[in-house]
């Protein structure tokens, strides 16, 4: 258990709708990462918080939109979902302070648009 | 950091016998590199990292290398046993050095 909780683990849907993904980072940490891994695909970075604040954009669509909270929890919203969004997504923490540090990550919600 | 490149795509070895992933990066200022072990349908896990003021580091089985100089990092696994079947990611840096880019994957299968 690497301490970053991730809700909910299975979410079904139908196309054109939106959904909201939650991640709650390990205690300490600050900053948190986004990354959509699709069927036998790599790790994408979507984007990265740091203390409530953007850090960092990777290939995040425009449909897409994420942001974290005073308790440093973060949420990963995603709308018009089309049936290639369907993927595993997984948020992972770091202590974030500078530099590349390690991250540690959540058990994943894997998201199937239908 | 930025463009990652990791080689095999897939590895197959029998039990027992070593496996040897390697990664390449193209951001020469780039200090530290993780390695990411995915079993199926769970979360990537770190199993070992090194930073770039070593050239080697060793926890049991596993064991990673780092030549600055080639801007490349290897993973080692000696005496594999199933269990170790997985895929691998290598990470590096991006050149913000704030985030991490990650090769697109080793798929390791051990055979009995």
């Known amino acids: 258990d690497s301490g970053v909780t991730q809700t909910p683990k299975h979410l079904i849907t139908a196309t054109g709708q939106r959904v909201t993904l939650r991640c709650s980072p390990r205690s300490g940490d600050l900053s948190v990462y986004w990354y959509q891994q699709s069927l036998d695909q790599g790790l994408q970075f979507l984007i990265q918080y740091y203390n409530g604040e953007e850090r960092a954009k990777g290939n995040i669509l425009e449909r897409f939109s994420a942001q974290q909270f005073p308790d440093l929890h973060s949420e990963l919203n995603l709308s018009s979902l089309e049936l290639g969004d369907s993927a595993l997504y997984f948020c992972a923490s770091s202590v974030g302070t500078s530099g590349p540090d390690t991250q540690y990550f959540g058990p994943g919600t894997r998201l199937t648009v239908l | 950091g930025e463009n990652v490149e990791q080689h095999p795509s897939t590895l197959s070895v029998q039990e027992g016998d070593s496996a040897v992933i390697k990664c390449t990066y193209s951001d020469s200022a780039s200090n530290y590199f993780p390695w990411y072990k995915q079993e199926l349908g769970k979360r990537p896990q770190l199993i070992i990292d090194?930073?770039?003021?070593?050239g080697e580091k060793k926890d049991q089985r596993i064991a990673v290398t780092l030549n600055k100089t080639a801007k490349h990092f290897s993973l080692h696994i000696t005496e594999t046993q199933p269990e170790d079947s997985a895929v691998y990611f290598c990470?590096?840096?991006?050149?913000?050095?704030?985030?991490?880019?990650f090769g697109p994957g080793t798929r390791l299968s051990v055979l009995p």
């Open positions: 990470a590096a840096p991006n050149r913000h050095g704030q985030n991490f880019v």
């Open positions: 090194i930073r770039s003021n070593v």
